[in-house]
């Protein structure tokens, strides 16, 4: 049976200069899946903080983040390729070496490559709403997830989401408040910038959420 994805795969158009960035940039700045754990020191060759970002869309944030933060290490996990081509240009443009790309569904790489208690962060910008009750099932933020999430954050590790959905915001407080290994938090790892998605969000008078819980120091 297949698994209910938190996503569809819609092709859509990748330009000459992403499809030269997939061909050419993702043997230089990509991680290959592994279904093994795969620490931070192993990927960067250095020990240092490392997150994990899920679902990065078109990378603009991402590449700032990693730019302003030198001293961390930072994985984007995301499935659509126009998004990963132009991540990888962002990349090459501002000469990061401590950022990589990962083009596979976000789930399965924090089951099986990330090492438990390793993250010092987890970024979730704007996931898909999946605003159809019938399609709710498809949310990445379920109680499984935010089991899966705080087994992977280092105690005192922060799991930062934003959304301009307020439904999504309630369910993300309902299903994070009900994780026992999670607590409330008031600010995050980075400071986060405008994404594509938030902009688009503004423009039609939604209201902008940025919601963090804590990986508990002592259960
Ligand atoms: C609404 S977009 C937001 C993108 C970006 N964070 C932003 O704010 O502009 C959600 C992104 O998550 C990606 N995504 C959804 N589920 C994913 C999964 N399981 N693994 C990897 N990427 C996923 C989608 O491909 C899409 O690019």
Redesign the pocket.
């Known amino acids: 049976m297949r698994p209910i994805?938190?996503?569809v795969?819609r092709q859509g158009r990748t330009t000459p200069a992403q499809k030269r960035a997939l061909e050419e940039l993702l043997p230089k700045y990509g991680l290959g899946f592994r279904a093994e754990p795969l620490s931070g020191p192993e990927i960067f060759g250095r020990s240092a903080p490392l997150v994990l970002?899920?679902?990065?869309?078109?990378g603009?944030?991402?590449a700032a983040i990693a730019q302003a933060r030198p001293d961390a290490d930072f994985i984007a996990?995301?499935?659509?390729g126009p998004?990963v081509g132009s991540l990888l240009n962002r990349i090459e443009k501002a000469k990061l070496s401590n950022l990589k790309v990962l083009r596979?569904?976000?789930?399965?790489?924090l089951e099986k490559m990330i090492p438990d208690a390793s993250l010092a962060a987890i970024h979730l910008?704007?996931?898909?709403?999946w605003p159809k009750k019938r399609h709710h099932k498809r949310r990445?933020v379920q109680a499984e997830f935010a089991a899966l999430a705080a087994r992977k954050l280092a105690p005192g590790g922060v799991l930062h989401a934003?959304t301009d959905w307020p439904d999504y915001a309630e369910h993300m407080e309902a299903v994070f408040s009900r994780e026992p290994l999670l607590a409330r938090a008031g600010s995050g790892f980075a400071e986060r910038l405008e994404?594509?998605?938030?902009a688009?969000g503004k423009r039609l008078g939604h209201e902008i959420r940025d919601l963090y819980w804590r990986r508990r120091i002592r259960p």
């Open positions: 994805r938190s996503y795969l970002e899920i679902g990065s869309g078109m603009e944030t991402t996990v995301e499935v659509h998004g596979h569904d976000a789930l399965e790489v910008f704007f996931p898909d709403p990445l934003a994404t594509k998605f938030e688009r």
